[in-house]
């Protein structure tokens, strides 16, 4: 099974809710990332997950906040969005987070911030 | 630093042949290939590592020029399916051990019949 999950597929969210993407796998893998993709562009990563912590935090803005609960779910917590949000957040896997390891992605959330 | 992709786009016959490269200013540990189609996400092609050792489709054949901080992929006797975006990563080592993947811009590749 080299399937990872994502919920909701899509999210229309004001810019005063709290809100929350959530994505699981089940193929044991050790590291789990966060992306945000605009229309036309690559992939940026945003967060990396290895072994339940932290890892690598790009820069992101304080109102996106991570959390893996455990070592088969990894969720982004939403608050107090901007328009300039909205975009597709992928979610990835892969067995281990160096460099020799390739990622399984999700199908993504298609978020709107009105 | 993200990796530098050529050509933007290509349009091809079925059965035609095409060649996505990716270059770097930086020293390569990997190189990972993706496709994706509109609306989709993602999906795994390749991995090149370094030292020579490769894993992925068999119906895709890549290099790995660790000296010269390329990579090429190579799609032959192109199928409707090849249809999508080609990205090529690369990984940059950050603290703890982990590495910071980085996507080049894309290369769009359209298959007509």
């Known amino acids: ?114 | 630093q993200q990796p530098v992709q050529s050509p933007q786009a290509v349009i091809l016959r079925e059965g035609e042949d095409a060649v996505i490269n990716c270059s770097s200013s930086k020293a390569l540990y990997s190189v990972h290939w993706y496709r994706q189609k509109h609306g989709e996400a993602p999906v795994f092609l390749m991995i090149l590592l370094k030292g020579g050792e490769q894993k992925g489709h068999d119906k895709i054949s890549a290099s790995f020029n660790e000296k010269k901080q390329q990579s090429s992929l190579y799609l032959t006797a192109s199928q409707l399916s090849y249809s999508g975006t080609y990205f090529c990563g690369t990984a940059a080592p950050a603290s703890g051990g982990s590495y910071i993947p980085t996507f080049g811009r894309g290369t769009s590749l359209i298959v007509h019949p």
């Open chain 1, 1 to 114: 099974d080299t399937e990872v999950t994502q919920t909701p597929k899509h999210l229309v969210m004001g810019m005063t809710n709290k809100k929350s993407l959530k994505c699981e796998q089940h193929m044991g893998h050790r590291a789990m990332y966060w992306y945000k993709q605009k229309a036309k562009k690559p992939p940026e990563l945003m967060f990396v997950y290895s072994y339940e912590k932290l890892s690598i935090n790009e820069s992101v803005p304080s109102r996106f906040s991570p959390e893996c609960p455990n070592s088969s779910l990894l969720n982004l917590h939403l608050h107090a969005l901007q328009p300039e949000d909205s975009a597709l957040y992928l979610c990835a896997s892969s067995q281990d987070a160096g460099s020799s390891y390739e990622q399984y992605f999700g199908p993504g959330t298609r978020l709107t911030v009105t």
